[in-house]
């Protein structure tokens, strides 16, 4: 069932391979087709092909996929799995299995954002204020995204370079790495020691890269290093569809790629099975305003179909109103699912309107791409505690909890009290009550980190006691007093309050989680973290609310791209920064994404999010006029009369249709 170009993209082996997927093009088919291939036809084992993508939703998808079309044999009862991962996957994997050749130890910590950014801000002067710290933070994981170490830095940045030297240090010292370091400490490892190279270089003989042009420096660094010596690099992407340049992604990877494998063999997936053809004539004449080093047009044989609908509105209030009546009134028409439309947006400050008007008319909806519940820090301390509780070897949730609330411990103490806990072979909560390990610190520090101990000795008995799960998180958040801490540590009452309803919100949700099971902690920490760790996918039936950026990757039936305004999309940001070009591209997402009918609006005057003034006036996005007038009704042909003829027509029949049903 493969068309030509997709048949030459999985049958081609002996090279360098560049796939350029357009938009539902069949890309993730193109890769689990090739994987299957190479098996059957005996060219590698499973053992020796590895995918690569970078998220683990896409991962487990084409994970799935894969494994329908291969049969892998069982070793003790278990059967072979396919080497399908993220590439920070793949990065802590070789780290472990070469854990001896790395300056890390069994059992090292993954710290997160929040983590680090304490981290940076106990090494910077005290008094540094909450952007500030951000700004290095951020420093620093631009440079690492750019394989770049403290020692090899050519900046002006001074402070940001030595608080990255210390930085460097100090994640040694907690035997932890961050999350650029997964790719830069792995680049690192195969640089210095040529057998480990070797040995991943023979191990890994066929390298198939996901979604390619989301690739930055360090990355390409790697992949580059691992193919070195059999260059059976198959990468799949589409230039067209890089929109994460502003975390790194380096589009132009793809002119290197050439470059690097002059042998380099090119196949365009053009045939696309998602779209009709008017909505790929429109994205088309939209995305072709950016130079290209590889030209491909879409085609569909689904049709042509609708025209694209271009909406005006005089203010958002009436473009989220319009848009209600418009989802309604399509679904009881058509007799569709609420399922079936999916509302993007440049920026999630845009969604609020709109959320409030679907909520105020019943219209079910989900937001994907916004913070999961235990995203955020309140409920990652909360967590952290209990992890502890119930490990008391869990040295990652030792370090995020030690001084939260605060409790005058600095992450110099907490260096040297890791240090004296490896040499000493004990987990980091135990050297906090050891003698031994404490003379050496500060006695301030010690007398401290020793009440942390014996606080914490007193809850791990009621949770050895099997007392209810959730009584001990409750008595947990009095103890530690919780919530004068938020309220320390909030910069107003809106915050106060936000942070204040998360934590009353975990213990509710404890206790109902937990509620007729007789369930002890430990047997809930096992339960939640499948609930953290729970897939994307919802099936509920139920509007789709999502960024652009967030979308990509996604199709629906019905698309409605709202607030398409210039300053919004393109940004201000890019217009000021001259990156238009990634805009562009972020709006060729958004038309992708629609099925049959995708519909665009705009508003005349919004209120100025950047100034004092009520409104201002706004308009069209320049995308807008980058659209044939053969494929969209609406736009520089409508009057304002006629337009607000057509508002009005369609409010009277939604009324009458709910009319009928009632």
Known sequence: ??????????????????????????????????????????????????????????????????????????????????????????????????????????????????????????????????????????????????????????TSFMLAQEVYKQYEQRLIDFNALDFDDLILQTLSLLQTDGEVLKRWQEKMKFVLVDEYQDTNGSQYRLLKMLVGQHRNIICVGDDDQSIYGWRGAQAENLNILQQDFPELKVVKLEQNYRSTQTILGAAHDVIKQN??????????????????????????????????????????????????????????????????????????????????????????????????????????????????????????SLAKLAQSAEHAHISYFKASGNDGVLSSLPTRTSQKLKEFHGHMLKLQKKVVANMNADKIVDELVHDIDYIAWIAQTSKDKVSKHSRTKLVFDFQKWMRAFTKDKDMTLIDAVAQMTLQTNKDDANNEDAVQMMTLHAAKGLEFQNVYMVGVEEGILPHRNSIEEETVEEERRLMYVGMTRAMKNLTISYVKKRKNRFAQDDNCDVGPSRFLDELPQKYISGYGQVTKESEEKQQENKRGHLAALRAMLE
């Open 291 to 412: 130079p290209h080093e590889f030209e491909k047009k879409l085609w569909s044989d689904l049709g042509s179909g609708d025209l694209i609908k271009i909406a005006a509105f005089n203010s958002p209030e009436e473009e989220s109103l319009q848009l209600s009546a418009e989802i309604d009134y399509q679904r009881i028409l058509k007799k569709n699912n609420f399922a079936d439309y999916a509302v993007l947006y440049r920026s999630n400050h845009q969604a609020k309107l709109v959320e409030q008007v679907f909520r105020s008319n019943n219209i079910p909806y989900v937001m994907s791409g916004g913070r999961s519940f235990f995203d955020f820090a309140e409920i990652k301390d909360l967590m952290a505690y209990i992890r502890l509780l119930c490990n008391p070897k869990d040295n990652a949730a030792f370090l995020r909890i030690v001084n939260v609330p605060r409790r005058g411990i600095g992450s110099s």
């Open 1 to 154: 069932m493969l068309n030509l170009q997709q048949q030459s993209a999985v049958t081609y082996c002996d090279g360098a391979l560049l796939v350029l997927a357009g938009a539902g093009c069949g890309k993730t088919r193109v890769i689990t087709e090739k994987i299957a291939y190479l098996i059957k036809s005996n060219i590698a084992t499973h053992h020796n092909i590895f995918a690569i993508t970078f998220t683990n939703k896409a991962a487990k998808e084409m994970a799935q996929r894969a494994n329908k079309m291969v049969f892998l044999p069982e070793i003790d009862g278990k059967r072979e799995r396919l080497n399908i991962s993220t590439f920070h996957a793949l990065g802590m994997r070789i780290i472990r299995e070469e854990i001896k050749h790395s300056p890390y130890r069994y059992g090292f910590s993954i710290f997160d954002s929040s983590e680090t950014h304490n981290i940076v801000k106990d090494l910077l002067p005290k008094g540094s204020n909450r952007e500030q710290i951000n700004t290095i933070q951020w420093q620093i994981s631009a440079w690492k995204n750019e394989g770049l170490k403290a020692d090899e830095l050519d």
